[in-house]
């Protein structure tokens, strides 16, 4: 029992080290460009780097910033299906149940069952 949480407490350790790594290999151009938080230019003096992930942006306030906001996703939940070509045929829907006015050949559809069949049941 002793041997099975230590080895449960290293796991999770690891767990927790390599996901804290992961921020640290993190890649900052790939966010993408967007009024935020301005950090202006500062640059971190050891390495050069920018200190900001997106360096001269201006601040997002206001109703450009909520308009923004509101749109951004826009691009992919919007619905786009092909055009049935079908349906450019139809000139009028009657209504459920009913067949639609078509420009073109009508074709009529008769039903697949004319008479039933009889069958008679004689007492015995």
Partial sequence: ???SYISMSACSFVAV???GVSFTFANPSMLPTHPGYPMGKAVD???GQSLANDPGQSNAVGNNA???AAGAGDDHVRQTLPMNQQNRRIL??????LLPKVDGPVIAI???VNEATKVLVAPQ
């Fill in 92 to 97: 009028e829907k009657p209504g459920a149940g």
């Fill in 66 to 68: 909520l308009l923004e």
């Fill in 45 to 47: 003096p050891v390495r």
């Fill in 1 to 3: 029992m002793h041997i």
């Fill in 110 to 112: 008769e039903p697949p």
């Fill in 17 to 19: 080290v390599l996901f």
